[in-house]
């Protein structure tokens, strides 16, 4: 399954920016420390919202749950790094309730295939 309306998705930049780009955020910093290593950066932040959104349309959805907001979905796969390094993540996504836009929420690095 798919995550419904991915191809209308949206990634936030200052999702990307502020959270998961960024080596200082206290939450974010292992994660940002991680696609860095790939090639991603904050300045060109546009490049992994592009490879996110191919993430999410290219590979199955998991419903992760639902909630009085909307509904919640992850989806696990390959995405590729400026490097050309082929990383196995999980992203998950939300549609809040009374939309059919899904919206980035985060990332992480699962373990290599």
Do not use: C
């Not at 974010?28 to 992994?48: P, V």
């Not at 996110?52 to 749950?65: F, I, P, Q, V, W």
């Not at 995405?79 to 549609?95: E, F, H, K, Q, V």
Request: hydrophobic fraction near 45%.
């Amino acid at each position: 399954m798919k995550i419904p309306g991915a191809d209308f998705a949206v990634v936030p930049e200052a999702k990307l920016t502020q959270y998961l780009l960024n080596p200082a955020h206290p939450v974010g910093r292992s994660k940002a420390l991680f696609f860095l290593k790939f090639g991603f950066t904050a300045i060109s932040w546009r490049d992994l919202a592009e490879a996110l959104l191919k993430h999410a349309r290219e590979n199955d959805a998991t419903l992760s749950g639902q909630t009085t907001y909307g509904v919640r979905y992850f989806v696990d796969g390959i995405l590729r790094a400026p490097d050309g390094t082929m990383l196995n993540i999980r992203s998950a996504w939300y549609i809040d309730t009374g939309s059919k836009v899904p919206r980035f929420v985060t990332a992480h690095p699962l373990p290599k295939l």
